[in-house]
Every structure is written in structure tokens, then in C-alpha cells.
């Protein structure tokens, strides 16, 4: 007779969630994973973001746990950009400049020997940005959302997992029917568990056509950038705090343009797609941590992985193993209590 697996709910559908419950149904074939969430793609938050690896940094996460967890995620990705997996799930390699208009105080960041080919501007590279005196240049990963996210769930679903789409109002609506919760709720949190450390990051994007653009240009204060994609360029952008309208603002849009076309000259009058806003669940540190809830006598484990900000992309993968390695810490003890409870 084989043994009961672990009956795991995942609570969130958007990147972090679906790369927790994909990592789960890798690397711990005795768990039974369900993803429960209001949303999927093509309506999550990640599906707004650009998803080019650059790190943004948590002030109040070790440096070099971010480090790991951006290796970690690099190094996943790079294997599927280099798979025939690769365009299906829309990974690729993509180059380009970070230019600045003030040197910053390190010339090479935490990250420099992860991503590929780093190096220092030279000056004829820098005379394309003349409003600019220093830059860095290479070679990173870029995840095309509208593609990647599906692909997730696919293959979630191929492992053998479960999605339910419907809202959680409370944690302890899970308590029975699974063993374990991981809260990947994202903003979320605020409500679910009561986190409001946690809170929205306004950023508005546009997704334009320009073909002939094949290399990333970001402005080294993060906001103003420029990711060609599969289907088309993203420009952006905003760092909103606590801004919580998600409708695209006309002035905004037009100040994105003023912005890339800066950087871009050959931007000037492109034909605008779409535009998108999504709402970054930031918090000072990346909560990836377990907590045992409990009431009346009961008990409910949960791990939690949210609040990665505008970085999900960069480190979800980390962030997801993370987690899983928690979960996998917990098995023994539920296991155990498993079989005393049929004594």
C-alpha cells in the first residue's frame, strides 16, 4: 500500500505562486499540490511586468541570500533558454546597456558575475547616450510573461497538480481538506494574514511596436527602460507607492514615451500596443519563512513566499526552492503525525 501523500494548497496563481507549486511537484513527489487562486494569466501582476532579470534589492534581505537566490534563478532559466522548451516558454538571452547619468558608488553590483559578458561602457558605446557619463554592459535572461506563465501551468498540471479558481477569504478554510498551505498571495497578504508590512508599487508600462530594437536600455535609476520582447517593447515606467489605481493614467503615457524616446531617439512616433499597469507587492524583505497557525486546538503550517517587489522575475525560482526546502523540512513531523493519528 503506498503511503498518503502530503495534500499541499497553494494560494496564488501569479508567478511566485505558480514557480512554488511547479518547484513542489519537482522535487517532492509525495506531495499533492493544488494552486487556489481568484486569478491566472493573463490577469496576474506578473503578466505586466517586463520580466528581464536585473535584481532590484531588498534593503532588509542579506545580500548575499539575494545573490543566491538570482544565481539560482539564472541558472533555471538559462537551461530552458538553451532547451527546446525555450520558445514555448518564452526565455531567451537578451544584451543591452545600463547607463547612467552620475556614476553610481559601486561600478560592478552584487549580480555582475551572474548575469554573462558584464563589463564596463567603453566610451564609443556610451557617445549612443550623450546625456549619460557612465554604463555597464551584458548579457542576461529575459522571460516573455504572456508566454512563461502558461507554460508553468502546463507543466504544473503535467506533474500532476491541480488549480482551483476561486478566493481563499481565510486560511482556515484550507484546514482539512490539506495539510499545509504556502501563502503566495502577494498583496494579498495585507488581508489574508494580516501583513500590511506589504504593500503596492504603482507601475505603469506600454507595450509598443519597434521591431528594430534588439538590445535592453535601462536607465540606472530603474525607471525609465527599454526590454524588446517576443511580442513586442516594453517601456516603462513607474514606482508608485501606495498608489492603488489600476487604470493606465494619459499623462503617465505620455511621460514613458518622453522618457525611452531620451534614450531611444528612434522611438519618436511608434506605434503604442497596449498599455498595462500592475500593482509590485513590495516589502523591505522578501518573506520566505514558516509559521504554524494555530486555533482551538489545531494546528495549520504555512510558508510563506511573497513581497518580491518589481524582482519577482529575478529571483522567483530561488524564492520558490526556498520555500520548497521548508516544506520539506516539515514532512517528517507531518508524516509522523499522520501515522500516530491511524494508531
Given at each position: 500500500?503506498?503511503?498518503?501523500?502530503?495534500?499541499?494548497?497553494?494560494?496564488?496563481?501569479?508567478?511566485?505562486?505558480?514557480s512554488?507549486?511547479?518547484?513542489?511537484?519537482?522535487?517532492?513527489?509525495?506531495?499533492?499540490?493544488?494552486?487556489?487562486?481568484?486569478?491566472?494569466?493573463?490577469?496576474?501582476?506578473?503578466?505586466?511586468?517586463?520580466?528581464?532579470?536585473?535584481?532590484?534589492?531588498?534593503?532588509?534581505?542579506?545580500?548575499?541570500?539575494q545573490?543566491?537566490?538570482?544565481?539560482?534563478?539564472?541558472?533555471?532559466?538559462?537551461?530552458?533558454?538553451?532547451?527546446?522548451?525555450?520558445?514555448?516558454?518564452?526565455?531567451?538571452?537578451?544584451?543591452?546597456?545600463?547607463?547612467?547619468?552620475?556614476?553610481?558608488?559601486?561600478a560592478?553590483?552584487?549580480?555582475?558575475?551572474?548575469?554573462?559578458?558584464?563589463?564596463?561602457?567603453?566610451?564609443?558605446?556610451?557617445?549612443?547616450?550623450?546625456?549619460?557619463?557612465?554604463?555597464?554592459?551584458?548579457?542576461?535572461l529575459?522571460?516573455?510573461?504572456s508566454?512563461?506563465?502558461?507554460?508553468?501551468?502546463?507543466?504544473?498540471?503535467?506533474?500532476?497538480?491541480?488549480?482551483?479558481?476561486?478566493?481563499?477569504?481565510?486560511?482556515?478554510?484550507?484546514y482539512?481538506?490539506?495539510?499545509?498551505?504556502?501563502?503566495?498571495?502577494?498583496?494579498?497578504?495585507?488581508?489574508?494574514?494580516?501583513?500590511?508590512?506589504?504593500?503596492?508599487?504603482?507601475?505603469?508600462?506600454?507595450?509598443?511596436?519597434?521591431?528594430?530594437?534588439?538590445?535592453?536600455i535601462?536607465?540606472?535609476?530603474?525607471?525609465?527602460?527599454?526590454?524588446?520582447?517576443?511580442?513586442?517593447?516594453?517601456?516603462?515606467?513607474?514606482?508608485?507607492?501606495?498608489?492603488?489605481?489600476?487604470?493606465?493614467?494619459?499623462?503617465?503615457?505620455?511621460?514613458?514615451?518622453?522618457?525611452?524616446?531620451?534614450?531611444?531617439?528612434?522611438?519618436?512616433?511608434?506605434?503604442?500596443?497596449?498599455d498595462?499597469?500592475?500593482?509590485?507587492?513590495?516589502?523591505?524583505?522578501?518573506?520566505?519563512?514558516?509559521?504554524?497557525?494555530?486555533?482551538?486546538?489545531q494546528q495549520?503550517?504555512?510558508?510563506?513566499?511573497?513581497?518580491?517587489?518589481?524582482?519577482?522575475?529575478?529571483?522567483?525560482?530561488?524564492?520558490?526552492?526556498?520555500?520548497?526546502?521548508?516544506?520539506?523540512?516539515?514532512?517528517?513531523?507531518?508524516?509522523?503525525?499522520?501515522?500516530?493519528?491511524?494508531?
Amino acid at each position: 500500500m503506498s503511503p498518503q501523500k502530503i495534500r499541499v494548497a497553494v494560494i496564488g496563481g501569479g508567478l511566485v505562486g505558480l514557480s512554488t507549486a511547479l518547484c513542489i511537484t519537482e522535487s517532492l513527489p509525495q506531495c499533492l499540490v493544488t494552486v487556489i487562486s481568484e486569478k491566472f494569466s493573463p490577469n496576474t501582476t506578473g503578466d505586466v511586468a517586463a520580466g528581464c532579470l536585473i535584481p532590484h534589492t531588498y534593503p532588509d534581505t542579506p545580500l548575499h541570500q539575494q545573490k543566491d537566490w538570482f544565481k539560482e534563478t539564472f541558472d533555471y532559466l538559462f537551461k530552458i533558454a538553451n532547451s527546446p522548451e525555450a520558445a514555448e516558454a518564452g526565455v531567451n538571452l537578451l544584451s543591452g546597456w545600463q547607463v547612467f547619468k552620475t556614476p553610481p558608488k559601486e561600478a560592478f553590483p552584487f549580480w555582475w558575475q551572474v548575469v554573462l559578458g558584464f563589463r564596463i561602457m567603453t566610451e564609443a558605446e556610451l557617445a549612443k547616450f550623450p546625456f549619460y557619463t557612465f554604463g555597464q554592459s551584458f548579457t542576461t535572461l529575459k522571460c516573455q510573461s504572456s508566454h512563461y506563465l502558461p507554460w508553468m501551468e502546463k507543466i504544473f498540471k503535467r506533474n500532476g497538480g491541480f488549480v482551483q479558481t476561486r478566493k481563499v477569504d481565510n486560511i482556515w478554510q484550507l484546514y482539512g481538506s490539506f495539510d499545509v498551505v504556502m501563502n503566495c498571495s502577494g498583496l494579498g497578504s495585507r488581508d489574508l494574514i494580516g501583513d500590511l508590512t506589504v504593500y503596492p508599487v504603482r507601475g505603469q508600462v506600454l507595450e509598443v511596436h519597434a521591431p528594430w530594437l534588439t538590445h535592453f536600455i535601462r536607465d540606472g535609476d530603474g525607471n525609465t527602460y527599454i526590454y524588446p520582447g517576443i511580442t513586442g517593447v516594453t517601456l516603462g515606467g513607474t514606482k508608485e507607492k501606495n498608489d492603488w489605481r489600476l487604470s493606465p493614467d494619459a499623462e503617465t503615457r505620455k511621460d514613458i514615451l518622453e522618457r525611452c524616446c531620451d534614450l531611444e531617439p528612434s522611438l519618436h512616433g511608434v506605434f503604442v500596443i497596449q498599455d498595462k499597469v500592475g500593482l509590485r507587492p513590495t516589502r523591505l524583505a522578501v518573506r520566505v519563512e514558516k509559521e504554524i497557525l494555530a486555533k482551538n486546538g489545531q494546528q495549520l503550517p504555512v510558508i510563506h513566499n511573497f513581497g518580491h517587489g518589481g524582482g519577482g522575475f529575478s529571483i522567483h525560482w530561488g524564492t520558490a526552492k526556498a520555500a520548497t526546502e521548508l516544506l520539506q523540512d516539515l514532512i517528517p513531523s507531518m508524516t509522523n503525525a499522520s501515522a500516530k493519528s491511524k494508531l
